[in-house]
């Protein structure tokens, strides 16, 4: 349809209003569309990692559904349940964790069950489909949405990839004073417990528990600091950390992208997956839009957001996600290991390379976070 401009100099009366009649006419067809233009969008509370909320994950969501997310982020899963805990019901309408704390924010009744219909788990790699700990006496909690493994982070200019297929790179002399620790206990004692040849990292007996604290006590005097997110991003990208224990490409991936020497690498001795999954508050007055937001994020169009997260990308379960990455991001695909049809991320799972990292079975959490502030303090 063109319009045709008419000179002001010889636009009549009659003209004027039937231009604008058609305009009015317009406006009047679409009441509704209009309202929803003007009315002020709904705002959704997210607990969560940094970078879940930001525009490059949630812009396309807040457009389509006139939402704007105010999120609250954190750092390590303890932070997250002391938040909740000191926050009144309802505070959070969407709450990310990770997986092994899905069964604590359960039993304190933090989350609300979710109706497993309303997700595409058809869509997911068998694996995640009955994800554990997301569900408790065959009811489901949480929903997955990305995981990442966590291997020997380590700049690729100091380091070799062989070096650095080892945890015992960590006490190289010529690394003194230059690895660092993300601040959190369980990936960190997690990849010590491998190195110990525990198969079940976490499901460790007294004496297990015993060598994993004589051997970590080892590691003092390599250690130069103890880091957050920002710490651990700043410290690998500028050199002053050339080995980073307790993380791997959720934070180098972005470094390497930005053109950083640095890499992730899983070791000989195996490694570690983390898992993140989306849950509704309890107590959420927008129940339903939290939903919504869980099956945008979720489907393969809002897994290739995740995939690709400015703050950290991650690995995503969703199959048809993997599809549609390599289409939109290929060389992204490429990078993670998201290709179907070659050796892929899924294989380090299948063929046992992976542990899920989860909280300790035989010890109480309390017990491996009280060693972790004695370490940080010697």
């Known amino acids: 349809m063109s319009v045709k401009v008419i000179p002001s100099e010889r636009r009549t009366r009659r003209e004027f209003l039937k231009s604008t009649a058609i305009v009015g006419g317009g406006i009047l067809a679409t009441p509704y569309l209009s309202r929803l233009a003007f009315a002020a969008?709904?705002?959704?509370?997210?607990?969560?990692?940094?970078?879940?909320?930001?525009?490059?994950?949630?812009?396309?969501?807040?457009?389509?559904n006139n939402v704007k997310f105010k999120p609250k982020y954190y750092t390590g899963g303890d932070n997250m349940l002391g938040l909740i805990a000191q926050s009144p019901p309802g505070t959070f309408d969407i709450i990310l964790s990770d997986a092994e704390y899905v069964q604590q924010l359960n039993a304190a009744g933090y989350i609300e069950e979710l109706d497993p219909k309303d997700y595409a788990f058809d869509e997911f790699f068998p694996e995640f489909q009955q994800f554990p700990g997301h569900w408790q006496d065959g009811k489901l909690y949480s929903v997955i949405t990305r995981f990442g493994f966590l291997g020997v982070a380590y700049n690729t200019e100091a380091i070799t990839e062989k070096e650095a297929s080892t945890y015992k790179v960590y006490w190289d002399e010529k690394l003194k004073g230059k690895v660092g620790h993300f601040d959190w206990h369980l990936p960190n004692l997690g990849q010590i417990s491998l190195l110990n040849g525990n198969a079940s990292p976490y499901d460790i007996d007294e004496s297990a528990w015993e060598k994993v604290q004589e051997v970590t006590k080892t590691l003092r005097p390599q250690i130069g600091g103890f880091f957050d997110y920002g710490g651990t991003f700043s410290s690998l990208q500028n050199g002053q950390m050339l080995v980073m224990a307790g993380i791997g490409d959720w934070i180098t991936g972005a470094l390497e992208k930005g053109g950083a020497k640095v890499r992730s690498v899983i070791p000989e001795e195996g490694g570690l997956q983390f898992t993140e999954s989306f849950s509704i508050g309890k107590g959420s007055?927008?129940?339903?839009?939290?939903?919504?937001?869980?099956?945008?994020?979720?489907?393969?169009?809002?897994?290739?957001?995740s995939a690709n997260m400015a703050a950290y990308p991650?690995?995503?379960?969703?199959?048809?996600?993997?599809?549609?990455?390599?289409?939109?991001?290929?060389?992204?695909?490429k990078r993670q290991g998201m290709l179907l049809n070659e050796s892929n991320a899924m294989d380090l799972i299948r063929n046992g390379r992976i542990k899920y990292r989860q909280l300790p079975v035989q010890q109480s959490l309390e017990t491996w976070n009280d060693f972790w502030s004695e370490y940080k303090s010697a």
């Open 285 to 305: 007055q927008k129940a339903d839009l939290a939903k919504k937001w869980i099956q945008y994020i979720t489907s393969a169009k809002g897994q290739v957001k």
């Open 41 to 64: 969008p709904t705002e959704l509370t997210m607990l969560a990692w940094y970078g879940h909320a930001e525009p490059d994950v949630v812009a396309e969501f807040e457009a389509e």
């Open 314 to 333: 991650c690995l995503i379960p969703n199959k048809k996600g993997w599809e549609l990455l390599a289409v939109e991001t290929p060389e992204e695909a």
